[in-house]
């Protein structure tokens, strides 16, 4: 007597069942390619991230500061009305000593990290080649003028940090995803506010004297890279978001204060 043989319907069930191991399989292996590619992404855009940040730190940890230049400032760029911060400037001299320590900055000793006009998904490091002296600080508009001709400048007078920025459009204009905040304490509205005296200023953890007191500049910086490894991805791409913040104090004479 033979035995029994497998029936059509149990090798249709068998062959069904396979079916959706392999496709479980497969979609495991999809998952995990998928996962793996998110994850290798996500790593480069912290290295960029990572090298940009560490190149405004290099400068910012070298700066020189007065009580006429805070170190740092934030430069705007002025769209129809609309204030991007997206230029920051440090006073870095390239040999360590300014010319005048006790005065404004050479347009030489600073280091400009700012967009490039030309290229909006470019964050870019600047150094002036003219030796005249910079601004006031509150001269916004004369600030800006110095940013413009900076940026005219040859390629090979400065240096890419980075070309995944994110962009988005403002009134007609391509700009690049990063901002800029300084905090100052005191601030400049105290600090140049005669009717303040120099005990009620905001000293950070009160250090100060009879004649001399440490100020505090805090720097705040957001960027934004592209996920897409294209610079001409569409405009409503997603991105990596970073913060960094970087704080350095300076000391500052009751006689240097604006009377």
Same mark, same amino acid.
């Given at each position: 007597?033979?035995?029994?043989? +497998?029936?059509? +319907?149990?090798i249709l069930a068998a062959i069904a069942l396979s079916s959706f191991i392999v496709l479980g399989i497969v979609a495991f292996t999809r998952l995990a390619e998928d996962s793996f590619t998110a994850e290798r992404k996500s790593m480069e855009a912290i290295h960029v991230? !990572?090298?940009c940040f560490q190149q405004i730190e290099n400068a910012v940890d070298q700066a020189w500061a007065n009580e006429r230049f805070p170190g740092a400032i934030v430069v705007p760029l002025s769209i129809s009305g609309t204030y991007l911060p997206e230029t920051l400037v +440090?006073?870095?001299p390239s040999t360590g000593q300014p010319r005048d320590p006790n005065g404004l900055p050479c347009l030489d000793e600073l280091i400009v990290f700012a967009v490039n006009d030309s290229r909006p998904n470019e964050l870019r490091k600047y150094r002036c080649l003219n030796s005249t002296p910079a601004p006031n600080p509150s001269d916004l508009g004369a600030w800006q003028t110095v940013i413009n001709a900076l940026k005219s400048q040859s390629p090979a007078e400065s240096q890419v940090l980075t070309d995944r920025l994110r962009t988005f459009v403002i009134n007609g204009r391509v700009c690049g995803a990063v901002r800029f905040r300084i905090d100052l304490a005191p601030s400049d509205s105290e600090w140049n506010n005669t009717s303040i005296s120099w005990n009620s200023l905001s000293w950070p953890q009160g250090l100060f004297g009879p004649s001399r007191g440490t100020r505090r500049v805090s720097l705040h910086t957001e960027i934004q890279l592209q996920k897409l490894a294209s610079s001409d991805s569409a405009q409503q791409q997603s991105s990596y978001v970073f913060w960094y913040s970087r704080a350095f104090g300076y000391s500052v004479r009751k006689e !240097? !204060?604006?009377q």
């Open positions: 007597m033979c035995g029994a043989g +497998v029936t059509l +319907v149990e991230a !990572r090298s +440090v006073w870095c !240097r !204060r604006p």
